[in-house]
């Protein structure tokens, strides 16, 4: 050997004879079994490979890669052995310049076969499995970072190669890679394990995949999981993924989420529980990306997804109409459940992939969620639910409001204009999320999770009676003129939607825990004095809702309210901490523990609580007093005047025209004209209720030009002192109020307007406005301006 090399090195132009030679002589030895002489030739090529490293040399290498070749094709395992150890050593070599014309097509192949030995000895098996995947090993080595030679990056060359390496991993033991990536084997395990050493080859082919080659390195993946039923259960395919995805390169992290996607689109027929299985690896790829790029497939994860969640609940909702007795009613229950098993996953990676993602990214997902959910005259939903039926809708608004609370967690907003949009928040406050108990849940966590901003949900948690509210260090900071801009746009939306929810017959005590934590947290994140004044005289409407009763409320509900009530009012009163409005507060709360416990959210919501047969025969002193707590916060310097106007909620037409029973019939529509005067312990209402009578009372009579002239006097008067502001506001609100009666009794057509029969000028301070027409109906009472 010393001779044969030195002379090889001597004269390179001689090894392609030399070559030809060995080559000519071991095929004969290998033909006629004479494994000594097989392994003095194969010894002898691979020295001379590694010691000669001239250009002459590439035709030696064809030689040499016929005989590797003649060595796999024997059956001798011993022999296979030798020749991938000698194709290893070559794969280590690197050369000058490529080969054009090498290809390794058939090394691949065999190599590939070679991995899914099923020797009778299994030690053999083993040793001819290992062999197979050093080859591959080999094989990826020595071609993948050379674009100019043939590819195995090619779909024919993955086909083999990436089943061949899982069909090894499969042996493998699950490991727990949960907080980081799976760990990387041993040395003595790769040498000696095939899954082990199958795994870390693996790796190395993700490693060096580039964009153009990514996704026909991971398709045969699916292809794998698919042939071995993988996915249910579905450990192995986690495994492969979190080993995949922290194999890439991050950037590239996108293209293996889109490949995951379109496979669950394929399969979308499948039974639930591989559908589930698909979605958790998902969910664990995800969990993978979002701590590095995510890339352009944001809309399209969370599109396809919801996408499937309907489809879900569209076969859970077909089982259910197609069950019947028997068998086939069990069989449709398990059907049931593990179609849960899909919703619930899909939730949780919505929700995870949510989380991940910045601040201005999760917006624009809780838009695009938002714009998903069902409700009445939103036509911007895509969700196709034309076959779902009513419990199907309900099923998909509940499902997709859960998505929504899990992507809104965490979300800090500076101002809440940005965590609640009018294009957000219309949808969301929807009577049509208003038709079943856990909906109305649902939407009010949503509002808390971006209401929240200083993290005082936890403080509030429960409805009790507390002591006092400093021991809750509670965070706040002063408002901000867009929060009160907020609400001045939207706070009638809000106290609308917490007043309706109160009234609502099947609601449970968790949803009473909710509407006193809105209140109380819009009082922290919200209220300036108007905002306080609002709420207070909120809190009072829905005392004397349930005093009243036009609902016809169970016993429970209305006592469930008077607790609500009476936990708000002792909490704003030592948030804004006037004496008076706390003593008052306190006084009522300690007259109850002693004669009406069941008034009081620790008794009314514990089991077996005694309630009262009626409500009408208790004394006053149960009840907080409107004059009693405008007198308190009249003498602190709030302006009251608003609190003798009792509340109540708007109108919208969504209440006019949904399934619901329409506030339109159940609350009297009151006009307030000019609040000037504080009630007494009656409720007074300055107020002119307007129904059929009155306005044919209105029409019918003439002789009422004097008391005419005075109304119309005080209106400008009015319109000459009041902030402009509130003239705007308080006219848009009773023009559609009575425009809604109107229509409603009379059934109005609209008609173009008459002449204006003059016009007025408004001035606000130095400010003059540009005149307006006046218009002024044949109804001396309602004159609109």
């Not at 995510?294 to 489809?311: A, D, Q, S, W, Y």
């Not at 998909?396 to 409001?401: A, E, F, P, S």
Request: charged content about 25%; some cysteine.
């Amino acid at each position: 050997m010393e001779k044969l090399t030195f002379y090889a090195v001597s004269a390179p132009e001689k090894l392609d004879r030399i070559g030809s030679y060995l080559a000519e002589r071991l095929s004969r030895d290998v033909v006629r079994h004479r494994s000594g002489y097989v392994l003095i030739a194969m010894e002898a090529l691979d020295q001379l490979l590694m010691a000669c490293h001239s250009q002459s040399i590439k035709p030696f290498v064809e030689s040499f890669l016929h005989m590797v070749a003649k060595l796999l094709e024997s059956g001798e395992p011993k022999l296979q052995v030798l020749g991938t150890n000698s194709f290893v050593k070559f794969a280590n070599i690197e050369e000058d310049t490529p080969s054009y014309h090498r290809r390794y097509d058939f090394f691949v192949s065999r190599f590939s076969a070679m991995c899914h030995s099923c020797h009778s000895d299994p030690e053999i098996r083993t040793e001819i499995r290992i062999a197979g995947i050093r080859g591959i090993q080999g094989v990826v080595r020595k071609t993948v970072n050379d674009e100019l030679r043939a590819t195995i990056w090619e779909p024919q060359h993955m086909d083999k190669i990436v089943p061949s390496l899982l069909f090894n991993m499969q042996k493998i033991e699950e490991v727990d890679s949960r907080t980081g990536p799976p760990p990387s084997p041993s040395a003595t395990d790769k040498e000696e394990n095939p899954a082990v050493l199958a795994e870390n080859c693996f790796r190395e082919l993700l490693g060096r995949a580039t964009f153009g080659n990514m996704n026909n390195a991971v398709r045969p993946v699916f292809a794998h999981l698919d042939h071995h039923k993988l996915w249910d259960p579905n450990e192995f395919a986690v495994h492969c993924f979190k080993i995949i995805m922290y194999s890439i390169q991050a950037q590239y992290s996108h293209h293996v989420i889109q490949e995951i996607l379109g496979h669950l689109d394929a399969r979308k027929k499948d039974s639930p529980r591989v559908r589930a299985g698909i979605i958790q690896v998902l969910l664990e790829a995800v969990a993978i990306a979002a701590k590095g790029s995510i890339g352009p497939t944001v809309l399209e994860v969370f599109n396809t997804l919801l996408k499937h969640l309907r489809l879900s609940v569209e076969f859970e909702a077909n089982d259910l109409q197609g069950g019947s007795v028997g068998s086939a009613s069990l069989n449709s229950s398990s059907k049931d459940n593990d179609e849960k098993i899909v919703q619930n996953a899909i939730i949780q990676t919505i929700g995870f992939f949510g989380s991940n993602l910045p601040d201005y990214q999760r917006s624009e997902i809780m838009m695009f969620i938002m714009g998903k959910v069902p409700v009445f005259g939103t036509s911007t939903h895509t969700l196709d639910i034309s076959q779902l039926g009513d419990l199907g809708t309900r099923r998909i608004q509940i499902m997709l409001l859960r998505s929504l609370l899990m992507v809104t967690s965490g979300y800090k907003a500076k101002t809440i204009v940005t965590a609640l949009p009018g294009s957000f928040l219309d949808p969301l406050l929807s009577p049509s999320l208003m038709e079943d108990y856990e909906l109305r849940q649902l939407v009010l966590e949503v509002m808390h999770n971006l209401m929240d901003r200083h993290d005082n949900r936890a403080k509030l948690r429960g409805i009790r009676i507390i002591p006092d509210v400093a021991d809750l260090k509670i965070k706040r900071e002063k408002i901000c003129r867009q929060d009160t801009s907020f609400m001045k746009k939207n706070g009638q939306q809000l106290y609308r939607h917490i007043y309706l929810g109160c009234k609502e017959e099947d609601n449970v005590q968790k949803n009473y825990e909710l509407l006193y934590t809105s209140l109380a947290l819009i009082t922290i994140e919200l209220a300036n004095e108007e905002v306080v004044i609002d709420l207070i005289r909120l809190a009072i409407a829905l005392q004397d809702s349930a005093i009243i009763n036009e609902d016809n409320l169970p016993m429970f509900h209305r006592c469930g309210i008077m607790a609500l009530v009476a936990a708000y009012l002792n909490f704003v009163s030592q948030m804004i901490a006037v004496p008076a409005f706390c003593q008052h507060v306190s006084k009522v709360i300690e007259i109850r523990t002693m004669e009406a416990p069941y008034f009081l959210p620790e008794h009314i919501f514990r089991d077996k609580c005694m309630l009262p047969k009626s409500l009408e025969k208790h004394d006053k002193n149960l009840y907080f007093l409107t004059n009693k707590i405008a007198e308190s916060l009249g003498g602190s310097g709030y302006s009251v005047e608003r609190l003798s106007v009792p509340y109540v909620p708007q109108v919208t037409d969504e209440d006019r025209l949904s399934r619901r029973k329409s506030i339109v019939d159940t609350v009297s529509i009151q006009v307030d004209i000019l609040p000037n005067s504080i009630p007494s312990d009656d409720v007074v209402s300055n107020t002119e209720e307007i129904t059929f009578e009155a306005l044919k009372k209105a029409i019918d009579t003439s002789g009422m030009e004097e008391q005419e002239k005075e109304k119309r006097r005080l209106v400008i008067e009015k319109f000459q002192k009041a902030p402009f502001e509130e003239i705007a506001a308080q006219c848009e609100s009773k023009a559609n109020l009575l425009h809604d009666r109107l229509a409603q009794i009379l059934e109005l057509t609209i008609r173009p307007p008459p002449s204006p029969s003059g016009t007025l000028t408004i001035t606000s301070g130095h400010a003059q406005y540009q005149s307006v027409p006046v218009y002024e109906m044949k109804f001396p009472d309602l004159c609109v301006y």
